[in-house]
C-alpha cells in the first residue's frame, strides 16, 4: 500500500508569508496526487489535482508541485480566510490513502 | 449545483449495524463513481469504500472489509453504506465523495457535509 508522509504536522504564520508544506509517497505515484483544505467543523475541499492544477474558483496564491514520489503545496500569501488543515492524498488504485494532514495556524 | 447530503448516523452499541445514505443532486448521479471517507474524532481522513458509477465495481478498505457494503440506486440518486458489526474504532464522520469520473479512482472531487456514527454501550 502507498503511504504519505506529510509535513509538517502543524506550523504558524504570519499573514502575507509563502507556507510550503510537503508530503512523499514511499513508492512511484507519478502526478497522481490532490491537496485538500479542510476549514474546522467542515467537509475537505478539493484545491489542487494532479499535483499542479488549481481546481476551478480556487486563490492563485494556492499552488502545487512534484512528481513521482516528492510533491510540495505552497501557500504564497498567507491570508487570515486560510486557517484550516490542509492535506495530501493519492488517488488511481485503492487503496487510496492520505497524508496524515497539516495544521495551520496565524501568528 | 452539486448536493451531496448524507444522512443515517447515530448512536450505536459496538457489534450493531447501521445504514449510511448520501442523497445526491445536481449531477447525473449514474454518470459518476462514489466514495464514503471517515474522520474519526480529531484524527485525519481514511477512505473506506468506492463503487462505481453502474454499482457493478466496488472497492474497500482493509480495515471494513467484510463489515461494510457499499451499494447505490440509480433510480434514487442515492448512496448507502451498510456497517455491520460496528467497533470503537468504527466511530467517525463519514463523509460521501462524488468523484469525477463513472470508473472508481479515488479522486474526490465534491464531498457532503458528512453524518456522525457514535459507536459507545
Known amino acids: 500500500d502507498i503511504q504519505l508522509t506529510q509535513s509538517p504536522s502543524s506550523l504558524s504564520a504570519s499573514v502575507g508569508d509563502t507556507v510550503t508544506i510537503t508530503c512523499q509517497a514511499n513508492?512511484?505515484?507519478?502526478?497522481?496526487l490532490n491537496w485538500y483544505q479542510q476549514k474546522p467543523g467542515r467537509a475537505p475541499k478539493l484545491l489542487i489535482y494532479?499535483?499542479?492544477n488549481l481546481e476551478t474558483g480556487v486563490p492563485s496564491r494556492f499552488s502545487g508541485s512534484g512528481s513521482g514520489t516528492d510533491f510540495t503545496f505552497t501557500i504564497s500569501s498567507l491570508q487570515p480566510e486560510d486557517i484550516a488543515t490542509f492535506y495530501c492524498?493519492?488517488?488511481?488504485?485503492?487503496?487510496?490513502?492520505f497524508g496524515q494532514g497539516t495544521k495551520v495556524e496565524i501568528k | 449545483e452539486v448536493q451531496l447530503l448524507e444522512s443515517g448516523g447515530g448512536l450505536v452499541q459496538p457489534g450493531g449495524s447501521l445504514r449510511l445514505a448520501c442523497a445526491a443532486s445536481?449531477?447525473?448521479?449514474?454518470?459518476?463513481?462514489m466514495s464514503w471517507v471517515r474522520q474519526s474524532p480529531g484524527k485525519g481522513l481514511e477512505w473506506v469504500s468506492s463503487?462505481?458509477?453502474?454499482?457493478?465495481?466496488?472497492f474497500s478498505a482493509d480495515s471494513v472489509r467484510g463489515r461494510f457494503s457499499i451499494s447505490r440506486d440509480n433510480s434514487k440518486n442515492t448512496l448507502y453504506l451498510q456497517i455491520n458489526s460496528l467497533r470503537d474504532e468504527d466511530m467517525a464522520v463519514y463523509y460521501c465523495?462524488?468523484?469525477?469520473?463513472?470508473?472508481?479512482?479515488?479522486?474526490?472531487?465534491?464531498w457532503g457535509q458528512g453524518t456522525l456514527v457514535t459507536v459507545s454501550s
Open positions: 465523495a462524488k468523484e469525477v469520473g463513472a470508473r472508481t479512482m479515488g479522486f474526490f472531487h465534491f
Open positions: 494532479d499535483a499542479s
Open positions: 463503487i462505481s458509477g453502474s454499482g457493478g465495481s466496488t
Open positions: 445536481g449531477f447525473t448521479f449514474s454518470s459518476y463513481a
Open positions: 492524498q493519492q488517488y488511481g488504485d485503492p487503496p487510496y490513502s
Open positions: 513508492e512511484n505515484i507519478y502526478n497522481y
